[in-house]
């Protein structure tokens, strides 16, 4: 157990809808990262906040978007959603910006028909 | 971000040693060494970390090059329950934590 939760596990919407998840990190923890995993993508690095602001962008779609909360929870929103977008969605928390180990939670199963 | 260069498939026998490689020849000098695997569809999971010396924590060791252009994860006993994806990482040297994963190796333990 990582200390890092995500919720829901599982997801299954229809095109066009939006979905928001939830990540909460370990405690003590001020960086959040997020991550998605398809099968032909891989793992691709999303965005990451730390302490409230954002900190760093990878290849997130302009229909998603994220933010961390003052308790340093984080939602990740995906909106107008298409089959591509099923993957798993993993968020992941380290204490700050600098190099250290990431502990990932156990992920959202997002499935759009 | 220097790119690292993973085998595709590795095999072991339960309790022997693991030893996967990296090549990471287009590493800076700032950039640290990270590797992660990742157990069928469950979140990544940190092992290990370094940027010029050899490292050992609880579940393995980290053997990087004298000139770190490339490393060597070692799982010294290594037990069914290792079977995972291994990803080695080059972290950028940015002001960010970000994590780049390649394809990694496919490690499996056989009885």
């Known amino acids: 157990d990582s200390g890092v939760t995500q919720t829901p596990k599982h997801l299954i919407t229809a095109t066009g809808q939006r979905v928001t998840l939830r990540c909460s990190p370990r405690s003590g923890d001020l960086s959040v990262y997020w991550y998605q995993q398809s099968l032909d993508q891989g793992l691709q690095f999303l965005i990451q906040?730390?302490?409230?602001?954002?900190?760093a962008k990878g290849n997130i779609l302009e229909r998603f978007s994220a933010q961390q909360f003052p308790d340093l929870h984080s939602e990740l929103n995906l909106s107008s959603l298409e089959l591509g977008d099923s993957a798993l969605y993993f968020c992941?928390?380290?204490?700050?910006?600098?190099?250290?180990?990431?502990?990932f939670g156990p992920g959202t199963r997002l499935t759009v028909t | 971000d220097a790119k690292t260069t993973q085998p595709t498939s590795m095999d072991c026998a339960e309790g022997r040693a693991a030893n996967l490689p990296c090549n990471h020849s287009t590493i800076s000098g700032n950039e640290y060494v990270y590797w992660y695997r990742q157990i069928h569809s469950q979140g990544p999971q940190y092992i290990i970390h370094g940027l010029k010396n050899n490292e050992t924590n609880e579940m393995a060791s980290l053997i990087i090059t004298e000139d770190r252009k490339s490393s060597t994860l070692i799982l010294p006993h290594a037990t069914l329950r290792d079977t995972a994806v291994y990803y080695c990482?080059?972290?950028?040297?940015?002001?960010?934590?970000?994590?780049?994963f390649g394809t990694g190796t496919r490690l499996q333990v056989f009885p």
């Open positions: 906040y730390y302490n409230g602001e954002e900190r």
């Open positions: 990482i080059v972290r950028p040297p940015r002001y960010t934590d970000k994590l780049i």
């Open positions: 992941a928390s380290s204490v700050g910006p600098e190099p250290r180990e990431q502990y």
